[in-house]
């Protein structure tokens, strides 16, 4: 099991809190150590929205409090009718994700049952709000993770097994079973290149210049992204439909495992291509590595013609999966193009560190 970046911060952030709190004399320090708890988080810009968040759900938790205490005091019931408040209040504010720390806040000052009642609640509103800037701290100081290594690494791992997938696909070479049981996992592994895709979008640069090479970026991976999804449909498409695909003539057969072969090998090359493992333009002709699409075509149609019953359920699978192809094909080309206009601005600026893909 791997210790994360989250988990080292969480803890740092409880730590610092608990410090801080002694340090200011806080009667109740942990309270500090929730509130870092919840605030804390994997982005730096997700910190900063959390911290403008956090301000104005324990303001209205702790003046929601403070008033009905004075005007109706402190019963259970009273704690729970102004729970239920706070919770539309945040809900009408759209600010969901405050709700927990609103009810600690509310909870935490509604609990007096003597004293100084402002001062009291003063004191555990400040003790709250020392939690969640020590978090915001921690998330400015703490190297955040490079999401950007996650998301390429978890790109090309994912492409990687769905192209093998692809490959033998075609060839009739695979446990069927098995197959299905990781296309699941190809589904999720798809959802987290999109978690992964988001928290990159969500860092923040200090520099123009930076921030112009994010924005191409960005484009890239998102294409990245939609292609992988388009080869995994594809995979879907050879494994739903592979008793039509071994029913089709030998030739038509044997065109579609070339044109697939071409197709998956031109994938990898753009891939490697992105992070300069192969010069762009390359340095040798690389057109046998696009799908031949009219190839692909004449032999369906002629198949078509062939066939003595043209609503036979079987020409409308065989062109599902010439279709779902040439989609994927299309895909790979447009991020064929997008790499190669980005090296033209951005010349040997893609930099990917040798790292765990995890």
């Given at each position: 099991m791997k210790?994360?970046?989250?988990i ?9 809190a608990?410090?801080l709190s ?13 509130a870092?708890?919840f ?5 730096i810009?997700?910190?900063?929205l959390?911290?403008?968040?956090q301000?104005?759900?324990n303001?209205?938790g ?8 004075l005007l109706?005091?402190?019963?259970f ?7 239920i ?7 009408k504010l759209?600010l969901?994700n405050?709700?927990?720390?609103s009810?600690?806040?509310?909870i935490s ?11 009291f609640?003063?004191?555990?509103f ?5 939690g969640v800037f ?9 190297i ?14 994912t ?6 997938w ?9 446990d069927?079973?098995?197959?299905k049981?990781d296309?699941k ?9 999109d978690q992964f895709?988001?928290m990159y979008?969500e860092?923040r640069?200090y520099?123009s210049?930076?921030?112009?090479e994010?924005?191409?970026k960005l484009v890239?991976y998102?294409q990245?992204?939609l292609t992988?999804?388009?080869?995994l ?7 739903r439909f592979?008793?039509e695909?071994l029913h ?5 057969k044997?065109?579609?495992q ?5 197709l998956?090998?031109h994938?990898?090359?753009v891939?490697?291509r992105?992070?300069?493992?192969i010069?762009t ?10 799908l ?8 369906f149609?002629?198949?078509?013609s062939e ?5 036979n359920?079987?020409?409308f699978?065989?062109?599902?999966i010439?279709?779902?192809v040439i ?6 080309e447009?991020l064929d193009t ?10 040997n600026?893609?930099s990917i560190?040798e790292?765990?893909?995890?």
């Amino acid at each position: 099991m791997k210790l994360g970046a989250r988990i080292l911060k969480t803890g740092i952030a409880i730590v610092l809190a608990l410090y801080l709190s002694q340090l200011f004399h806080s009667p109740s320090p942990v309270f500090a150590a929730i509130a870092a708890i919840f605030a804390i988080q994997p982005t730096i810009y997700r910190s900063y929205l959390t911290i403008v968040e956090q301000i104005q759900g324990n303001i209205i938790g702790a003046l929601l409090a403070v008033i009905l205490v004075l005007l109706l005091g402190n019963h259970f019931i009273v704690i729970g009718l102004a729970a239920i408040i706070v919770i539309i209040i945040n809900l009408k504010l759209k600010l969901e994700n405050t709700i927990g720390l609103s009810l600690v806040t509310l909870i935490s000052i509604m609990e007096t049952q003597s004293g100084s009642f402002i001062q009291f609640a003063g004191i555990r509103f400040s003790t709250i709000m020392i939690g969640v800037f020590s978090a915001f701290i921690v998330n400015l100081v703490f190297i955040p993770p490079k999401y950007e290594n996650k998301l390429y690494f978890k790109i090309v791992g994912t492409t990687e097994e769905i192209i093998k997938w692809i490959r033998l696909s075609t060839r009739h070479d695979y446990d069927h079973q098995l197959l299905k049981t990781d296309i699941k996992k190809l589904k999720e592994e798809i959802q987290t290149m999109d978690q992964f895709y988001k928290m990159y979008k969500e860092e923040r640069g200090y520099f123009s210049k930076k921030n112009l090479e994010k924005s191409r970026k960005l484009v890239i991976y998102r294409q990245l992204n939609l292609t992988a999804k388009k080869a995994l449909d594809t995979l879907k498409r050879l494994h739903r439909f592979e008793n039509e695909l071994l029913h089709l003539p030998e030739d038509f057969k044997q065109s579609i495992q070339e044109q697939v072969d071409s197709l998956i090998y031109h994938h990898e090359q753009v891939l490697l291509r992105f992070i300069g493992k192969i010069p762009t333009p390359p340095p040798y002709h690389e057109e046998n590595v696009y799908l031949n699409k009219k190839e692909l075509f004449d032999y369906f149609f002629t198949h078509q013609s062939e066939s003595a019953d043209h609503n036979n359920p079987h020409l409308f699978h065989t062109m599902q999966i010439i279709a779902s192809v040439i989609d994927y094909a299309e895909q790979v080309e447009h991020l064929d193009t997008l790499i190669t206009s980005f090296h033209s601005y951005h010349k040997n600026e893609v930099s990917i560190e040798e790292e765990s893909q995890e």
